[in-house]
């Protein structure tokens, strides 16, 4: 038998997934995950070979991933005050969540 799950204090918030951080994951499944599929000098693209082309492609996609972690984090943070203030609010009286 499990025991069940503990209960959630007042005073601790929810936790929230956080998926956007898979988006962190791109950069090494493009570098490294990828790469035994795409070792290969043919075909040829814009004259370079093409293991190249993808490293410069995977070097290009990186920063708008860790951009999309980013942005992600950001509207997070955002909804994690927001209802911070609500609790705020709603323990002192003050109001609806």
Do not use: I
Request: proline share 11%; glycine share 8%; charged share 20%.
């Amino acid at each position: 038998m499990s025991a069940p799950p503990p209960e959630r204090s007042a005073d601790r918030p929810a936790v929230v997934p956080r998926y956007h951080l898979l988006w962190l994951l791109t950069p090494f499944v493009l570098y490294l995950g990828a790469l035994p599929f795409v070792n290969r000098v043919q075909p040829v693209l814009l004259g370079l070979p093409f293991l190249f082309v993808w490293l410069l492609a995977a070097t290009l996609l990186t920063p708008l991933a860790v951009w999309l972690t980013w942005r992600g984090d950001q509207r997070r943070r955002k909804q994690c005050q927001g209802r911070t203030q609500a609790e705020e609010r709603t323990q002192a009286g003050g109001g609806r969540p």
